[in-house]
């Protein structure tokens, strides 16, 4: 099964707001709610940011905020920080009951 | 704390075999459904293999199908991966992860991970 469908990358300034998304099809995001979203710096472990669309683990800043309309999830962060410069990786639940990833976005805050 | 530790990552011929683990602490282990994800160099994440909390059912990959095994030992707390006829395409660096306090196959928490090279 190919990855989820991401753009390799996006960028922003400080203080705009940044979208990313994540396109899969009927079998994977658009079949269920289990979309997670990641967030990994350079040699670190990634670190969930979104479960099942739209939720956010304890810690995580509300800047942060997942949606889905149809095939597609999307990752909104607002008002982009320096920090935020790292590399972002959606997943999702499939029919198979496997999980598949997306192939990962490069976010630059310029 | 709650803490996954992998092990068992090294240099490895193609066409070996290879056994990962990934030792659990902190929390219920056998109520925890289990994964296996990878990420080769400079590349993206792969997730490879789950196993239901008590070991009765496992999925995988197609990309692993057939030559990776995932297993636990619950007494042990302990999750392994069997990882056979190795090619020099899965050198990449292999995580455990689970959903602790998250939905559903969403990790929140991860090991530091474990490398592995395929190389003659």
Known sequence: QSALTQPASVSGSPGQSITISCTGTSSDIGGYKYVSWYQQHPGKVPKLLVYEVSNRPSGVPNRFSGSKSGNTASLTISGLRAEDEADYYCSSYTTSSTLIFGGGTKLTVL | ?120
Request: aromatic share 12%; glycine share 10%; proline share 2%.
């Open chain 2, 1 to 120: 704390q709650v803490q996954l530790v992998e092990s068992g990552g090294g240099v490895v011929q193609p066409g070996r075999s290879l056994r990962l683990s990934c030792a659990v602490s902190g929390f219920t282990f056998s109520t925890y459904g289990m994964h296996w994800v990878r990420q080769a160099p400079g590349k993206g994440l792969e997730w490879l293999a789950v196993i239901s909390y008590d070991g009765n059912n496992k999925y995988y990959a197609e990309s692993v199908q057939g030559r990776f095994t995932i297993s636990r030992d619950n007494s042990k707390n302990t999750l392994y991966l069997q990882m056979n006829s190795l090619r020099p395409e899965d050198t990449a660096v292999f995580y455990c992860a689970t959903a602790y306090r998250s939905g559903q196959d969403a990790f929140d928490i991860w090991g530091q991970g474990t490398m592995v090279t395929v190389s003659s």
